[in-house]
């Protein structure tokens, strides 16, 4: 089905993009927000529609406008005002990600190329206070990006190689016979801790990082995609060891992060069933799941919020749209260029994650 950008144009002022939706229209008072600057952005970079390749100077200005003199970032902007109520080390991790498929990304100017840099460096001193395991996956998947672009130095082998051994540890500390995760728990974005573990292994070749890799996706892809469609973790209460996995909320952007992962999985080792798992997340989206209903709505291009007991969330806001439209992208673009080439050995450049 076709797949438009009108939504994320109708979500987006000369700001950036609005955090939440009222059905398909911007709710202005709910702001902006680095996480949602940072996906948006890594969308527009990967468009193909050159209106909207532009917005990316938009993205990439308030990503700049938000960070603090110390490396990190304030998240929420109300009106003409920075608010520190929900900073977070993800969103520094995914700004420092989006930034890092900036600085490679084809096609733009000197200026953006100049003003992607200058975030990178400026949050180098901050990467060694990140604790959180989301944080520093989304940091690894862009590090790694960058030296396989021709951007590393030993400063950025070193901090890749901190946070690869920081996550193997919390494999190790973690992993049962039967629960082979990272943590008791999972949450949200799950599949970016094995995604940054491929990514890792695509720039090191360390065998350990692509062992645990392969493990823990697919533990987490036998569990979500049991029933022959993608049954996401709900948010009400989360999948704790020893216990259920909770149907509802299901929501978009983890849908994303499963199928950029296994793009990630395929990208790494050219085995087809990652390429299939990915297929069959990304129908979650079009009605191959636990409701039956499309999430993506093909009149105003926006995507819902999620899936819930009764139904759809029916608002559109920034995550869910711009995590959808950064999933349709790249799933595409790799299914073409793995049609394009003859034997399945040239794959695809590094998948960013949300």
């Not at 969103?91 to 600085?103: N, P």
């Not at 460096?121 to 901050?126: F, I, K, L, R």
């Not at 983890?254 to 793009?263: K, V």
């Not at 209903?293 to 995507?303: I, K």
Request: negative net charge; contains cysteine.
């Amino acid at each position: 089905m076709a797949v438009s950008y009108k939504h994320l144009k109708r979500m987006t002022d000369d700001t950036g993009m609005f955090q939440f939706a009222n059905k398909e229209e911007p709710i202005i008072e709910s702001g902006y927000t680095v996480d949602d600057n940072a996906r948006a952005l890594l969308a527009a970079i990967s468009a193909d529609d050159e209106e909207v390749k532009s917005m990316a100077d938009i993205y990439l200005r308030f990503l700049s406008a938000a960070q603090k003199p110390d490396g990190g970032f304030t998240n929420l902007k109300i009106g003409n005002t920075f608010l520190p109520a929900i900073d977070s080390e993800d969103s520094i991790g995914r700004a420092f990600m989006a930034c890092c498929f900036a600085l490679r990304a084809g096609g733009m100017s000197d200026g953006f190329k100049q003003t992607s840099k200058k975030i990178i460096d400026n949050t180098m001193p901050a990467i060694g206070d990140i604790s959180s395991l989301r944080a520093g996956a989304y940091m690894l998947i862009g590090l790694s990006a960058l030296s396989a672009g021709g951007f590393g130095d030993p400063a950025i082998d070193g901090y890749a190689g901190d946070i690869g051994r920081h996550l193997k540890e919390a494999y190790r500390g973690n992993k049962t016979d039967t629960w082979k995760w990272y943590e008791g728990w999972l949450t949200y974005c799950n599949a970016v801790l094995p995604h940054a573990l491929f990514s890792y292994y695509s720039l090191t070749g360390d065998r350990d990082s692509l062992d645990i890799a392969e493990e823990s996706l697919g533990f987490l892809t036998d569990a979500l995609l049991k029933k022959g469609y993608l049954s996401i973790v709900g948010n009400r209460g989360w999948w704790r060891r020893n216990s259920g996995i909770p149907n509802y909320d299901q929501q978009p952007v983890d849908a994303a992060s499963t199928i950029l992962a296994c793009l990630e999985g395929y990208r790494v080792t050219g085995k087809s069933e990652y390429m299939d798992k990915a297929s069959l997340s990304y129908e979650w989206y079009w009605g191959k799941n636990i409701n039956k209903l499309s999430l993506y709505d093909e009149e105003t291009g926006g995507c819902h919020d999620a899936l819930i007991p009764d139904g759809l969330n029916v608002n559109q806001g920034a995550e869910a749209t711009v995590s959808f439209l950064l999933a349709d992208r790249m799933i595409k673009e790799v299914s073409e260029e793995r049609r394009e080439s003859k034997n399945g050995q040239d794959r695809p450049h590094y998948i960013p994650a949300v």
